[in-house]
């Protein structure tokens, strides 16, 4: 069957190819009678505006960039299901772009991007330094960037308050007199461990104390696991928390070959909830984030950007709430 063309509509509702043009670009230029003709010749036969062609009349291409790092789609698939399901309603196409921690950097994979033509940029990365943060805020197109809170001209931010989660999570525990409290450094993710060592530290202050139980890896040590497992010969805590469900896994592991009983001598968390916390043993306790619903959120602040609608504010940032969920790794 022969593909139907603007040519095809154009003689069939005896108009310009500028007209129906115009109409199928949603101009309000061409006036109602001649409008209804050329949408009653595009009905009839059955015409789809390419959406390349109709992309460069309008200035837009209808695709939005997804940058996620390479390591994280353990984390993420939520995320990118809640973001494609609230772009099909918005009827936008999604690029999907990866960074490899030493190989690619955000910075570079934007400016590829944005080569591209496309309408914005969604960013999933918990590991952006300030640096890198205050490079987003030369590009000018829309930003909406997953997982750090930060605000600009044109950019906007979905996030889950670590920070918070990790002061309530220490109060708790304090105020049942367990001031031994550890905090295991990340070094893939040194921008959501220093949020996590402000909360506890926030909490500790509260009770007229001084949070000192950051355990930075020495650089000698080539995994979380080797360094804890000769720091756990002659340390031991109440409560050891990591970011990430292999830290905590990490942590588990070097407590046992220690002769330390998790939970009944030492509790551990994890801050970040992944199919595999319940399936090891013991489970691990940790946040429960909305993932889905992050991409969600973000993908829609994304076309209210785009739409810039003066009827309907857009937020600088979004925060999203969490659940502690406890398993076998903690008391309660």
């Given amino acids: 069957m022969k593909r139907v063309t603007i040519y095809d509509v154009a003689k069939e509702a005896g108009v310009s190819l500028a007209t129906v043009s115009r109409v199928i670009n949603g101009s309000n230029v061409v006036k109602g009678p001649t409008r209804d003709r050329v949408q009653a010749a595009v009905d009839k036969l059955g015409y789809k505006p390419n959406a390349i062609a109709q992309g460069l009349a309008l200035q837009k291409t209808t695709t939005i960039g997804l940058v996620v790092p390479e390591a994280s789609f353990t984390y993420t698939g939520q995320i990118i299901n809640g973001l494609i399901d609230v772009a099909k309603i918005y009827n936008y196409n999604i690029m999907l772009h990866t960074i490899t921690a030493g190989i690619t950097d955000v910075s570079g994979v934007i400016e590829n991007i944005i080569k591209s033509h496309v309408d914005g940029v969604v960013i999933y990365d918990d590991k952006l330094s300030i640096d890198d943060l205050s490079e987003l805020g030369r590009y000018n197109i829309p930003i909406v960037v997953i997982g750090n809170r930060v605000s600009g001209s044109k950019i906007c931010s979905t996030y889950v308050d670590f920070e918070k989660a990790i002061y309530e999570l220490t109060c708790k525990y304090l105020e049942e007199g367990k001031k031994n409290i550890a905090i295991v450094e990340d070094r893939k993710n040194p921008s959501v461990c220093q949020r996590m060592i402000k909360g506890a530290e926030k909490a500790f202050t509260a009770k007229g104390l001084t949070f000192d139980g950051f355990l930075k890896i020495p650089a000698e040590y080539r995994t979380s696991y080797a360094f804890l497992r000769r720091h756990f010969e002659n340390h031991s805590y109440d409560l050891v928390i990591g970011y990430r469900d292999s830290q905590a896994m990490a942590v ?32 691990i306790s940790s946040f429960s984030i909305p993932s ?21 504010q857009v937020e600088d940032s979004m925060e999203l709430s969490y659940l502690f969920t406890p398993r076998q790794s903690t008391k309660d």
């Fill in 252 to 283: 588990i592991n070097a407590a046992k070959e220690n002769n330390i009983a998790v939970p009944d001598q030492m509790e551990v968390v994890c801050v970040i909830d992944t199919k595999y916390n319940s399936m090891v043993r013991p489970q």
């Fill in 292 to 312: 889905y619903d992050l991409g969600a959120v973000s993908m829609r602040v994304m076309t209210k950007m785009l739409q810039n609608s003066e009827e309907e």
